[in-house]
């Protein structure tokens, strides 16, 4: 995942997040007063839901949201004329994001260090319960794995029985319904979004409802008992050392909570709408969260079908030689070419072309020489634009210089995209393709002119008929085109190990300016 996805991702989250702390921020206290306390609670589910949301695929519409990722270049220089490159700013704020969401994780480690230093040593109790050496912020239920109830110095002297086991079954709650653990998920939460505001509120406020719903919960199982609670809690030590990780008594509202007990217990109507009222604003949430992301990357460009057919035009300078050739393929689809040096060396090309967005094109595919990787490289170029690769074997003696250019031409029918499931390949050799003769009239009247051709290959890599697709001007240079391109022999491409026929279109340029004419071929189906 690029930079740029991590930070769309980051700014993706941190609104969605942002829309649940605030909606949740805007119920809390008329829920509390309609459903209870533990209604309220329930509310803070949004966010989890709110993440999930962020990671799940987005709609699907037909518009590219392609990202174009750094050429990564093992030997040799890219060359990209008309290639748009990733700006250095978004790896610059990811490094800042990274850097405070380690400084507030060091805080709330060291928070969580001096609350536990405070607490002395601990001793484990006959009845499994763990004894502190202080008071303050005490009971309180620490650990994520391993979650216990740590109990404060003269727990016994400082309540009563009655009121020892409320406390006790406020702790008791806590550890039942994972609170920790939900305390922990705020921690991190608090982390990653340390630089929103909102989260901060979050933590606060949730862990808040968090305690009030653990004192209805109490009261509702002891009935009677909201004085001797309400007394409980009056004698308990309070704390403002925060304790990131763990339930503990910090300085939460007393006198709100204290009120709370006053309050009457929810019944199974309030429960039921409860429940009802979670699950509908859950759905309807996620729901108008996930529909507003934007969408989800597709293979296709405006104008354009799946199944879009390229035409990627290469000329290709090995060693002071040049070849032109023309490979027709489906987005999506593997092509490759070759070509054989006079010093041994045969160059191999395999490239994947795809849409990309803005309308541009990600080329992306690997340079070998004699089968050894020498470049992996991967363009983002405008359409029609040239765009030049130039790479060389390891000890310098052979260079390969490509200039790549691919337009869109056609869909793909579904002959043809069945045919392209193979990568086509051609090799291009000189010795075995000698360049038509120059027409006398023509060479007279200085008359340069192109010729495409589509020829007919066999399995055994002669020709087997050629036709004229293109020429200009027509007829000048068809006949000498179709006598050369007769005594011409290809390398097949191969399907499952074995050669197989096909086509291939060829241009061929009649320059005055040179003496040999520029023929090669493109790989098709």
């Given at each position: ?20 702390v ?31 949301v ?5 709609p ?10 750094g ?9 990209a ?19 405070g ?8 480690f060291?928070?969580?260090?001096r ?23 005490l ?53 990653l ?5 909102l ?58 909570r ?27 949430f ?6 507003a ?53 045969q ?10 967005q ?17 470049s ?5 170029i ?21 200039e ?90 191969q ?31």
């Open positions: 995942m690029s930079s740029i996805d991590l930070l769309s991702l980051l700014a993706t989250s941190t609104l969605t997040l942002s829309a649940a605030l909606l949740v921020l805007l119920l809390r206290r008329p829920v509390r007063a309609w459903l209870g306390s533990s209604a309220a609670y329930l509310l803070w589910l949004l966010l989890p839901v709110a993440l999930l962020v990671v799940l695929p987005a699907q519409k037909d518009v590219v949201q392609m990202h174009a990722v050429s990564a270049v093992q030997v040799g220089q890219l060359l004329a008309g290639t748009s490159t990733l700006p250095a700013w978004p790896g610059g704020i990811l490094a800042v994001w990274l850097a969401a380690l400084l507030v994780a060091l805080h709330l060291r928070q969580q260090r609350f536990q230093r405070g607490l002395g040593t601990l001793r484990q109790r006959s009845d499994g319960l763990w004894q502190a050496q202080s008071v303050s912020g009971p309180a239920v620490m650990g994520v794995l391993k979650p216990r109830i740590v109990l404060p110095l003269g727990f016994e002297q400082r309540y009563s029985p009655a009121e020892q086991e409320l406390v006790l079954l406020h702790e008791q709650v806590h550890l039942r319904r994972g609170d920790v653990v939900a305390n922990a998920l705020l921690a991190s939460l608090h982390c979004q340390w630089f929103n505001p989260l901060l509120l979050a933590v606060k406020y949730s862990r808040q409802d968090q305690e009030l719903s653990c004192d209805e919960r109490v009261i509702a199982r002891a009935a009677g008992a909201r004085r001797s609670y309400g007394e409980a809690m009056l004698k308990t030590g309070l704390t403002s050392i925060l304790l990131p990780v763990g339930c503990h008594w910090h300085n939460h509202p007393l006198k709100e204290i009120a709370m007990l006053k309050r009457p217990v929810p019944g199974t109507k309030q429960w039921a709408a409860m429940l009802l009222m979670s699950v509908g604003l859950f759905s309807g996620g729901f108008a969260a996930w529909a992301q934007p969408a989800r990357a597709v293979a296709t460009t405006p104008g354009a079908t799946s199944g879009a057919m390229y035409a990627t035009a290469v000329r290709a300078t090995l060693e002071g030689q040049e070849h032109r050739f023309e490979l027709r393929e489906a987005a999506g689809k593997p092509f490759s070419f070759s070509t054989n040096s006079d010093k041994g060396v160059w191999t090309g395999e490239f994947v072309l795809q849409p990309a803005g309308g541009l094109l990600n080329l992306q595919g690997s340079l070998k020489a004699n089968g050894t990787l020498v992996s490289p991967t363009l983002l405008k359409p029609g634009v040239p765009a030049g690769i130039e790479v060389s074997t390891a000890d310098g003696s052979s260079m390969w210089k490509l790549i250019t691919s337009t869109a031409v056609a869909s793909a029918t579904p002959d043809t995209a069945a045919a392209a499931t193979q990568p086509a390949a051609v090799v291009i050799s000189s010795k075995n393709q000698a360049p038509p003769s120059y027409p006398k009239n023509a060479f007279d009247q200085n008359i340069s002119g192109k010729v495409v051709l589509q020829i007919e290959v066999g399995a055994d890599g002669q020709t087997k008929d050629v036709s004229v697709v293109e020429s200009q001007p027509q007829g000048v240079f068809d006949a000498v085109s179709i006598a050369a391109a007769r005594q011409w022999r290809f390398t097949p491409a399907q499952d190990g074995k050669p197989m026929a096909g086509k291939v279109r060829v241009p061929i340029w009649f320059d005055m300016d040179e003496d040999v004419v520029h023929t090669d071929d493109a790989a098709g189906s």
